[in-house]
């Protein structure tokens, strides 16, 4: 959530920034006229409470002296109502001002390619060189149905469309890709979290899916229980309405967890294969760092995603998407996209962002700096990795031509030193 202070002190600065993302001015304009009636409201409250005290003392006076006290009882009952009256149409403003500043996105960062859309990401650097085939390279979805790996029509059947069952190899390639993931992040520094899989509507309020993102979940009927879009949620209310010892930051932490999308608005898109599931298993990365420490952080989190990949062997590049294309909440967004072959282009695997105070703000996240004076953190979060793509990804670029998939060094171990995935039986 952004600063209210700063957007009325800054208001063209906010104006400016936030165009970069689809938001009109008027908006701005609306907020801070809300803003300034409630203000006004707060001040007209306390004339009209300390004119209540005010009568309440001299209705005492007028009692001690064993005077007429009841034109000054009327008075102070009618300015109590009025009291009264005022605190819930303020407690109304209170909200309303909560509601709109809550729908503004993050201010991007200066260095954030300015755009409406995706177009005009910047490409950083590229890893890989795509594999030359001897042959016509198939789809992951097309591979792994061929091989018995990948069941979706069972998994449509049993939950409906975009699920599917991982059998055999493909649950155990599934296995060792996680595990190798959290086994890297481990080594890299970060605590290992097992989060719940359901989350509470402050949560997710704490992280900017609520209240502008409802629909794109799944929620309990007649329960204030979500089931997590990602473990970025989880785990950042890890610390929700808590001070962190200032001793503890740099604080990692990295979770698998499934992750459930109702994927509204995406009606024809990538309908078949992994890239695009109402439930898929991710590893989460979350940091929480000091302000002046965050963008430092940003590279090293992008650097291990992108070692993560290095070590697969899978081709890709790192791109720093748009102001409009980037999530709500960051205001810088680098993504990691790997090269799948059957499509002959970059999809994402990893978002790694930066959302600076805001994630920390709307959650309550402080810190006390050296001067003993409370801060708010910045919190970082980004896929390390999204685990079904990297399925979809090695499937693609270590296909053999008799169909065969040869399974990346790296994780043979994990897979009892299996060297190719073969037909399942």
């Given at each position: ?217 799944y929620k309990l009927e007649n329960e204030d229980e979500i089931l997590i879009p990602t473990a970025e949620v989880p785990l950042v209310n890890y610390y929700r309405d808590e001070v962190i010892p200032e001793e503890k930051l740099p604080v990692r932490f990295t979770a698998l967890s499934p992750a459930f999308r109702s994927e509204a608005g995406s009606a024809g898109k990538d ?145 009892g030193g299996q060297e190719l995935i073969t037909k399942e039986d």
């Amino acid at each position: 959530m952004l600063d209210l202070k700063l957007i009325r002190q800054e208001t063209d600065f906010v104006k400016e920034k936030l165009a970069t993302r689809g938001v009109e001015a008027a908006e701005i304009d609306a907020l801070l006229a809300l803003d300034q009636k409630r203000r006004d409201f707060i001040l007209k409250s306390e004339g009209m409470k300390a004119t209540r005290n005010q009568v309440s003392d001299e209705i005492s006076q007028l009692k001690r002296n064993k005077e007429n006290a009841d034109d000054k009882i009327a008075e102070m009952q009618k300015v109590s109502k009025e009291i009264k009256e005022m605190d819930e149409e303020l407690t109304e403003l209170e909200a309303q001002v909560q509601d709109k500043t809550a729908h503004l996105p993050n201010i991007p960062n200066d260095n954030a390619p300015i755009g409406l859309t995706e177009e005009g990401s910047v490409e950083l650097r590229k890893w890989g060189e795509p594999r030359q085939f001897d042959f016509t390279p198939k789809a992951h979805f097309e591979i792994g149905e061929d091989l018995g790996i990948l069941d979706f029509e069972r998994g449509a059947k049993v939950s409906g469309s975009r699920f599917l069952y991982y059998v055999g190899q493909g649950a155990r390639l599934e296995r060792a890709l996680y595990n190798f993931f959290l086994d890297s992040n481990a080594k890299a520094g970060f605590k290992e979290i097992l989060p719940p899989y359901m989350v509470n509507s402050a949560s997710m309020y704490g992280t900017g899916q609520f209240p502008k993102f409802t629909e794109d979940v799944y929620k309990l009927e007649n329960e204030d229980e979500i089931l997590i879009p990602t473990a970025e949620v989880p785990l950042v209310n890890y610390y929700r309405d808590e001070v962190i010892p200032e001793e503890k930051l740099p604080v990692r932490f990295t979770a698998l967890s499934p992750a459930f999308r109702s994927e509204a608005g995406s009606a024809g898109k990538d309908t078949r294969g992994l890239i695009r599931l109402h439930q898929f298993n991710k590893v989460e990365m979350v940091k929480f760092t000091k302000p002046e420490d965050s963008w430092n952080e940003l590279e090293k989190m992008t650097n291990h995603a992108e070692d993560l990949l290095k070590q697969l062997g899978i081709p890709y590049h790192v791109i720093t998407l748009t102001t409009g294309d980037m999530s709500f909440t960051a205001a810088m967004t680098h993504d990691l996209e790997v090269w799948l072959p059957a499509q002959d282009r970059y999809r994402e695997i990893s978002s790694c962002s930066n959302t600076t105070d805001f994630q920390a703000r709307r959650a309550h996240i402080q810190y006390r700096d050296e001067n003993g004076k409370l801060q708010f953190v910045h919190a970082l979060n980004g896929s390390g990795l999204a685990v079904g793509r990297a399925v979809a990804a090695i499937l693609e670029n270590y296909q053999n031509a008799d169909g065969t998939v040869t399974i990346p060094e790296v994780l043979r171990p994990y897979m009892g030193g299996q060297e190719l995935i073969t037909k399942e039986d």
